[in-house]
């Protein structure tokens, strides 16, 4: 069979647009990925959907694919998990889309369904790292959604979709998918699956592949930032793939780039588990075989896990920010002044809990409280963090840092509050049987 | 003085409430230099968890380690009240550690 090319579209929900497009038009691609799904999303978009302010999907993706459209091959195919929680709802609005365009017609377009486990996952499941269970969750459980492996959107491409939208698949199965179909790979063996999903896993942050997220001082030096290129792979029909990016655009792939890129989020290189294989990185091989080009090989599996890895979004109450900066001699002492001022009427005028308060100097050492840093910094701001089911708690927060301005230390400045309402993400394990991916043909 | 940012690059990624980080020596003649300073209980101190959150993953085929600090980040991304809830910014932090000799 021929080396198969496939791209990355975006690397999460907020990535740039005209990268895709850019390797839409000059990458003469099999199929192009856009992954727009970040762990917590789908709880968000679930809790959108359930109170009707908005879709349970991605509408921005609409946006990546009318700008990638008018570049795209015949051939190439496009496949997406922007769908969240509703995966059809946006293959609809694909449909709708692609309808109304010249390159548009005549595309199929198929969604993904299934990995939403929220009716049969058991309440008897242990919430990983805890000694909670779902049905401890309650009311404040809003979804479940298993990481579902490649079979699914593979059945929907051999079906002749053009357009694939799924929720939540693993990030690496989205590409592993197209590549398989294409080689002939059985999603059924973790041994053919393990070079796809290797790829999958280095295209899956996009730029993050060619030199995004790593230019440091003299030694990590990246031209082109500005206009940096999304990364493709070109996968020959036995498991090696070639990395590169398109020509003329910034950005750099080497063999530092893609090492990175490789076990960054690793626990154990020697048994990554993904849903269509448990993948040993510890003997892959990176190359150098040309300028910005990188051969990765020697992709191999330990069979694939028993049971799927399920997100569960959780009702989290609101998180309350407020801050204020100073500036100049003496100002860390100042802004630690702040801080102790709102802890100290947080306690003694509104009777509540100091440790529920959170108080960090930005710029002094809030990335890093356990350290202690040398000198003074020449600007410090004092921030107060509080996460809370109730509204009139991040209410008072917010009231007190302001009130710093008339009450606080001199010199304060620039204060500014922010209110999120939270769904935190949890994980638990459900056995593979009980997940039924399945596919629905749009159009 | 030298520190682990001399002799090596890191990224840092996340899951849950544990930071996992990779940490790759610019020249693999240093990797052994790097293996010893990537000792669990001088990242653990430098770190300020205790030693038994630390684990440390050596990959010598590919020329890098993966470094795993647990209860880190404040009870994770999406719980955390921290300005960098996902941790990214540890890998600076990484760099910072002193190499002796």
């Known amino acids: 069979m021929s080396t198969y090319r496939i791209g990355a579209g975006s690397g999460f929900a907020g990535d740039r647009f005209e990268p895709a497009e850019i390797l839409a038009a000059r990458g003469e691609l099999d199929a192009l990925v856009f992954e727009c799904l970040a762990e917590r999303t789908i709880g968000l978009a679930q809790q959108r959907a359930a109170t009707s302010a908005?879709?349970?999907?991605?509408?921005v993706f609409l946006d990546r694919l009318a700008g990638v459209l008018p570049h795209l091959e015949p051939r190439t195919r496009v496949l997406t998990n922007a769908g969240a929680a509703d995966p059809v709802g946006l293959a609809r609005a694909v449909v709708?889309?692609?309808?109304?365009?010249?390159?548009?017609?005549?595309?199929?377009?198929?969604?993904?369904?299934?990995d939403d486990v929220t009716a049969v996952i058991p309440a008897d499941a242990r919430i990983t790292g805890t000694d909670l269970t779902i049905g401890d969750l309650g009311d404040r459980l809003v979804s479940a959604n298993a990481y579902i492996g490649a079979g699914a959107a593979m059945r929907a491409l051999e079906n002749g979709a053009d357009v694939v939208i799924t929720g939540r698949?693993?990030?690496?199965?989205?590409?592993?998918?197209?590549?398989?179909?294409?080689?002939?790979?059985?999603?059924?063996?973790?041994?053919?699956?393990?070079?796809?999903?290797?790829?999958?896993?280095?295209?899956?942050?996009?730029?993050?592949?060619?030199?995004?997220?790593?230019?440091?001082?003299?030694?990590?030096?990246?031209?082109?930032?500005?206009?940096?290129?999304?990364?493709?792979?070109?996968?020959?029909?036995?498991?090696?793939?070639?990395?590169?990016?398109?020509a003329g655009t910034g950005g750099l792939i080497s063999r530092a780039t893609v090492l990175e890129q490789?076990?960054?989020?690793?626990?154990?290189?020697?048994?990554?588990?993904?849903?269509?294989?448990?993948?040993?990185?510890?003997?892959?091989?990176?190359?150098?075989?040309?300028?910005?080009?990188?051969?990765?090989?020697?992709?191999?599996?330990?069979?694939?896990?028993?049971?799927?890895?399920?997100?569960?979004?959780?009702?989290?109450?609101?998180?309350?920010?407020?801050?204020?900066?100073?500036?100049?001699?003496?100002?860390?002492?100042?802004?630690e002044l702040a801080?102790?001022?709102?802890?100290?009427?947080?306690?003694?005028?509104?009777?509540?809990?100091?440790?529920?308060?959170?108080?960090?100097?930005?710029?002094?050492?809030?990335?890093?409280?356990?350290?202690?840093?040398?000198?003074?910094?020449?600007?410090?701001?004092?921030?107060?963090?509080?996460?809370?089911?109730?509204r009139a708690a991040a209410a008072l927060l917010h009231r007190e840092v302001e009130a710093l301005y008339t009450n606080g230390p001199a010199g304060g400045g620039g204060?500014?509050?922010?209110?999120?309402?939270?769904?935190?993400?949890?994980?638990?394990?459900?056995?593979?049987?009980?997940?039924?991916p399945r596919v629905e043909m749009v159009s | 003085m030298t520190t682990l940012g001399d002799l090596a690059h890191a990224r840092a990624g996340d899951k849950?409430?544990?930071?996992?980080?990779?940490?790759?020596?610019?020249?693999?003649?240093?990797?052994?230099?790097?293996d010893d300073v990537l000792r669990a209980e001088r990242v653990a101190v430098h770190f300020g968890v205790d030693a038994s959150h630390v684990t440390i993953h050596p990959v010598p085929r590919l020329g890098a380690f993966t470094v795993v600090v647990r209860a880190r980040l404040d009870g994770g991304v999406t719980r955390s009240r921290a300005a960098d809830p996902h941790g990214k910014t540890l890998s600076g932090h990484l760099l910072d550690l002193v190499v002796e000799g």
């Open chain 1, 415 to 436: 204060a500014d509050l922010s209110l999120r309402e939270t769904v935190g993400i949890v994980s638990t394990f459900i056995d593979r049987e009980r997940v039924d």
């Open chain 1, 262 to 335: 490789l076990l960054y989020e690793i626990d154990d290189p020697g048994r990554y588990k993904t849903p269509d294989a448990t993948l040993d990185l510890g003997d892959v091989r990176i190359d150098e075989v040309g300028s910005d080009r990188v051969r990765v090989s020697a992709a191999s599996a330990q069979g694939r896990p028993e049971q799927l890895k399920v997100s569960v979004g959780v009702r989290d109450g609101f998180l309350a920010v407020g801050s204020i900066a100073y500036a100049g001699r003496g100002a860390r002492e100042r802004a």
């Open chain 1, 96 to 114: 709708d889309l692609l309808s109304a365009h010249p390159r548009g017609a005549g595309r199929r377009v198929a969604a993904v369904v299934g």
């Open chain 2, 16 to 34: 849950g409430d544990t930071s996992i980080l990779v940490v790759a020596p610019y020249e693999l003649d240093d990797y052994a230099r790097v």
């Open chain 1, 169 to 246: 698949m693993g990030d690496a199965a989205l590409f592993a998918a197209p590549i398989a179909v294409h080689h002939g790979w059985d999603d059924a063996s973790p041994d053919q699956m393990a070079a796809p999903t290797l790829v999958g896993h280095l295209l899956e942050c996009a730029g993050q592949l060619t030199g995004g997220y790593f230019a440091d001082g003299g030694r990590k030096v990246v031209p082109g930032l500005a206009t940096l290129g999304f990364p493709f792979a070109d996968v020959a029909a036995d498991g090696v793939a070639d990395f590169g990016k398109a």
């Open chain 1, 54 to 59: 908005g879709a349970g999907f991605d509408r």
């Open chain 1, 339 to 390: 801080l102790q001022i709102v802890r100290e009427r947080w306690e003694v005028v509104h009777g509540r809990d100091p440790g529920e308060v959170r108080a960090d100097l930005q710029g002094y050492n809030s990335l890093r409280p356990w350290h202690e840093p040398a000198g003074e910094p020449a600007e410090v701001r004092a921030r107060l963090s509080l996460r809370t089911f109730d």
